[in-house]
């Protein structure tokens, strides 16, 4: 396992994450797992020896209950793994039980402390955008729970550009705490982070964790073109997060790993994982799974890297279009263009 600097910080994660949606499994979540806290205990050992030292979690999994399993599971082991966690969606009824008002935040963290059964979260991530709450007044909320203890550094999640570079900049004028990482979506299945998230993220020295990376399971190889995925499989008609905007070229995409993969001896889901692993700027994937087999096919990715030739033809199968500015940027700029830049039009330009 490597381990990597998340972003400006000197938190060193590994390039594997352990995911823990399925903890507990309830209501929408269900569809993801429905571990309870032995097997959440043997995930959590299948992931530290592997080297994994990062637990990603959310007050909303289960409405609280992958917390609790998360910090039940741990136990006294508590101080030998990092925790991550978020707040912003709903937990409650009360017009006040979600967003990200000082109110919500640092109500959810002492919430979040509580199920966890520990006195502070090491990485601590607003979920989702809140339009309504000013910037300043989150991330005031933030910076007092850092400065208390209660946490140590703060993420952003699923955040436009615009908005995490606002954030950014009201962190550097007013002295408050800044967000070190975002977690975002990036798999083969939707490159869309590269076009802004992935550039803005080497400019600025965050680190990026991604979610499903291997697009809820499409890009595992179980998905096949003309094929019936094995029985208790999600199938693609009911998956809509990410959504499936071009069918062919998920299927292209998917033969590609798979044949890949049996090249190699390996999964097509390894050499997703592993594709995403080595792009620029990502710190970690996060990855979660039903069954301890599965979640120890994915941890092999992290000792899995792809050739040139291999990465240049996922390049090619999954390629999405440059949008405007970048097309013309690559087009005309190509001679002052600086390492951010380059990692979206590097490969466009001649």
């Known amino acids: 396992m490597d381990y990597r600097q998340l972003g400006r910080s000197g938190l060193r994660v590994s390039t594997i994450t352990l995911g823990t ?189 991604v979610w499903s990376p291997i697009a809820g399971g499409l890009l595992s190889g179980k998905y096949r073109r003309d094929v019936d995925a094995p029985a208790g499989s999600r199938h693609l008609s009911d998956w809509d997060e990410p959504p499936v905007h071009d069918e062919d070229k998920l299927y292209d995409t998917i033969e590609a790993l798979v044949e890949i993969g049996a090249a190699r001896g390996v999964s097509a889901a390894q050499i997703a994982l592993a594709y995403i692993i080595g792009k620029p700027a990502v710190t970690s994937v996060i990855v979660g799974a039903r069954t301890e087999d599965q979640l120890a096919d994915n941890l092999a990715s992290a000792q899995l890297a792809l050739t040139a030739d291999e990465i240049s033809r996922l390049d090619a199968v999954s390629a999405q279009p440059l949008l405007y500015p970048y097309w013309h940027q690559a087009k005309t700029s190509a001679d002052r263009l600086g390492p951010a830049d380059l990692s979206l039009l590097g490969r466009h330009i001649d």
């Open 21 to 209: 949606m399925g903890f507990g499994g309830t209501g929408w979540a269900s569809a993801v797992g429905t571990i309870d806290v032995d097997g959440a205990r043997r995930q959590i050992s299948l992931a530290r020896d592997a080297g994994v030292n990062l637990i990603d979690t959310a007050d909303v999994y289960s409405n609280g209950l992958s917390e609790e399993i998360v910090g039940r599971a741990l136990g006294a082991d508590r101080e030998d793994v990092l925790i991550a966690t978020k707040v912003r969606m709903p937990m409650g009824k009360d017009p006040n039980d979600a967003g990200l008002s000082r109110h919500h935040i640092i109500r959810g963290a002492e919430a979040s402390l509580r199920r966890l059964g520990t006195d502070y979260i090491d990485l601590y991530q607003v979920h989702e955008w809140d339009g309504q709450t000013p910037l300043d007044e989150t991330l005031g909320a933030l910076d007092f729970l850092v400065q208390s203890g209660k946490v140590r550094y703060i993420g952003a999640s699923n955040y436009a550009a615009w908005q995490l570079m606002k954030a950014l900049g009201i962190s550097e004028r007013t002295g408050l705490s800044r967000f070190v990482s975002q977690q975002i979506y990036y798999s083969l299945q939707a490159r869309d982070a590269e076009t802004e998230l992935v550039p803005l993220s080497i400019d600025q020295g965050l680190g990026i964790l």
